[in-house]
């Protein structure tokens, strides 16, 4: 099939898609075991140099309740140092197109997200979870 045919088939289709990625936040927020930091930072540094620009990076919950997300800050972190926007740079990324999003689920952690920004390593987009469950 050509691309023409394709287009024909489908013409209401986008000519251009965004692909995110939630691995890191979702993926691993069950697993009993806690996914070392060094091994979240490599997954994420690949994500981005394979062209993802929309990452769930984290969830701003409280640590204690959440263990799996007690490195939620050294994450953004280092998606925000000068040497990881460097190294990016170099194979030809502009870190300011990837939008790094943390989950949020009560108001402390939206104040979290708020306070991290103000000191420049915090996301670029919150994603606020509401339950539509009274036992949730």
């Not at 986008?14 to 936040?25: A, F, L, M, Q, S």
């Not at 190294?87 to 790094?100: P, T």
């Not at 997200?113 to 919150?126: C, M, N, S, T, Y």
């Amino acid at each position: 099939m050509t691309e023409y045919d394709y287009w024909k088939i489908f013409p209401r289709m986008p000519k251009k898609v965004t692909i995110g990625d939630i691995t890191v936040r979702d993926g691993f927020q069950h697993l009993e075991k806690f996914i070392s930091t060094e091994a979240k930072i490599t997954y994420l540094e690949e994500l981005i140099f394979a062209g993802c620009r929309n990452i769930e990076v984290t969830n701003l919950g409280n640590p204690r309740s959440m263990p799996q997300f007690s490195d939620a800050e050294k994450l953004l972190a280092h998606l925000r140092s000068d040497n990881f926007v460097g190294r990016a740079a170099k194979k030809g990324i502009n870190m300011e197109d990837v939008v790094l999003t943390a989950i949020t689920i009560r108001e402390p952690s939206v104040d979290r997200a708020i306070e991290l920004k103000k000191r420049g390593v915090g996301p670029d987009r919150v994603l606020m979870m509401v339950s539509t469950e009274e036992q949730h």
